[in-house]
């Protein structure tokens, strides 16, 4: 038994993949859940519009199917993040975290193979996250929650000043060990 909240993070390709896998985390006794939304575009026919409509009938199927707090993982590439999360507030996320880090591809150039890649952040790499906390404070419903490349105490206390309600920190956890928890 935890004596913090436990969050479950997903990640899901199809609709119906995303609200079978958060039906049956929902299910597990977790307190929260976080929806990590990424899209990868490879259908030059297909708009921005449509890829967010579809996130948002995933958000709507999901609440309708759990009951515990939904959180959603963005990415800050959509056309207008700030749109998209006033949509997404509306349909009752209950809180959004700002921003994911992605595996990126890479190839060896000498076995002309894929190089599978684990992109930490770095420090510093917060301060997207600090701008779209000050605009999308005060005018969501939802909590934000910052996250990417938070390394320190200091980081923490501008990202709590710009309107964040809590931060998310994992790179300086795997680059300094657990006690940077303390230290922070």
């Known amino acids: 038994n935890l004596s913090i909240p436990e969050i479950a993070s997903l990640n899901a390709i199809s609709s119906s993949t995303w609200i079978e896998y958060a039906k049956l985390i929902g299910e597990t006794g977790v307190d929260g859940i976080e929806l990590n939304f990424y899209h990868?575009?490879?259908?030059?026919?297909?708009?921005?519009?449509?890829?967010?409509?579809?996130?948002?009938?995933?958000?709507?199927?999901?609440?309708q199917n759990i009951s515990i707090p939904v959180s959603v993982k963005l990415s800050p590439n959509y056309s207008?993040?700030?749109?998209?999360?006033?949509?997404l507030d509306s349909v009752g996320v209950n809180a959004f975290v700002l921003f994911n880090s992605f595996?990126?591809?890479?190839?060896?150039?000498?076995?002309?193979?894929?190089?599978?890649?684990f992109n930490l952040s770095n420090e510093g790499d917060y301060k997207e996250s600090l701008r779209y906390a000050g605009l999308l404070f005060g005018n969501i419903n939802a909590d934000i929650c910052s996250s990417h490349g938070i390394f320190t105490?200091?980081?923490?206390?501008k990202l709590l000043l710009s309107g964040s309600s809590c931060v998310q920190i994992v790179s300086t956890i795997y680059k300094n060990g657990f006690?940077?928890?303390?230290n922070i």
């Open 179 to 182: 006690s940077q928890i303390g």
């Open 153 to 157: 105490g200091t980081d923490v206390i």
């Open 80 to 87: 207008n993040v700030l749109n998209f999360i006033k949509k």
């Open 103 to 117: 595996f990126q591809p890479n190839i060896d150039i000498t076995s002309e193979k894929h190089i599978k890649s």
């Open 40 to 63: 990868i575009p490879s259908d030059f026919n297909k708009d921005a519009k449509e890829i967010e409509d579809e996130q948002i009938e995933i958000v709507k199927a999901i609440k």
